[in-house]
């Protein structure tokens, strides 16, 4: 897929991976929509616009269908494609399983993988009349591997993996692709909120001895975006720390 002038939307683009995934396919020609919670900042729609590109920023919580379907409405009163979808939004909510309470579970739950097939859902319609279109959603490491304190959020992003797939079976046959990015260790506020010794004890884990980029990761995306051979896959950007 050439990217220039296709529209992209990123959910949860006001911030991190999302924003530089935002202004990765901007760099490539393509018209962004931005997505979040509340509505971006004048200095993150900058950002878009000076690649010389369109930029829409369209506020929408992930978790409400009915604010999702006036999202997609929205994009195609103003586009009349939408080619792209990255579904990066996502929650955090770390606790020892003992410690969990059924809404620590669902919170997380309804926002990353149920927010994730509210999107995909809303996109279908359209992008079967099109036939084509390409959905790439962020999963995690930690849906590959589990993590202490995190069953939530495994389960979640473990969640995205088997939806992935089974987009991509379902969505082949009308030319529409679905792939997945499980990113490692990435230097976010996030990671930089950490203590030098957790950090320490990561880096120790990871093959290549760093922290992964958001715009490693957004690379990533391109990379699935325009290859028109990739469906139903995970790749993992980690630094090795997954290897098998």
Same mark, same amino acid.
């Given at each position: 897929m050439d990217l220039k002038d296709k529209t992209v939307l990123v959910t949860g683009s006001t911030q991190g991976i999302g924003l530089a995934i935002a202004q990765a396919f901007a760099r490539r020609g393509a018209n962004i929509v931005l997505n979040g919670r509340h509505a971006a900042s004048q200095e993150v729609i900058d950002l878009i616009q000076n690649e010389n590109v369109t930029c829409w920023d369209v506020s929408a919580d992930i978790t409400d269908?009915? *604010? =999702?379907?006036?999202? =997609?409405?929205? %994009?195609? $009163? %103003?586009? @009349?494609?939408? @080619? %792209?979808?990255? !579904? !990066?939004?996502?929650i955090v909510n770390d606790k020892l399983l003992n410690r969990? +309470?059924?809404? @620590? /579970? +669902?919170q997380v739950i309804n926002t990353n993988l149920t927010g994730t097939f509210? %999107? =995909?859902k809303a996109c279908l319609r359209s992008m079967y009349k099109a036939r084509s279109g390409v959905f790439i959603n962020m999963a995690s490491v930690i849906g590959l591997t589990g993590n202490i304190g995190q069953a939530n959020y495994a389960a979640s992003k473990a969640g995205i993996i088997g939806?992935?797939? +089974?987009? #991509?079976?379902?969505? +082949?046959?009308?030319?529409?692709?679905? !792939?997945? =990015?499980a990113p490692g260790m990435i230097d976010t506020a996030m990671t930089a909120a950490l203590s030098d010794k957790v950090k320490e004890s990561i880096l120790q884990q990871i093959p290549l001895k760093r922290l992964g980029s $958001? @715009?490693?990761? #957004?690379?990533? *995306?391109? /990379?699935?975006?325009?290859n028109d051979y990739m469906t139903g896959q995970t790749i993992t950007v980690d630094g090795g720390l997954t290897m098998q």
């Open positions: 269908p009915d *604010a =999702i379907k006036q999202l =997609i409405d929205h %994009v195609y $009163t %103003v586009s @009349d494609h939408l @080619d %792209v979808v990255v !579904n !990066n939004a996502g969990m +309470s059924e809404n @620590d /579970f +669902s509210n %999107v =995909i939806l992935t797939k +089974s987009v #991509a079976k379902e969505a +082949s046959m009308r030319g529409i692709r679905c !792939n997945a =990015i $958001t @715009d490693e990761v #957004a690379q990533a *995306a391109i /990379f699935l975006a325009e």
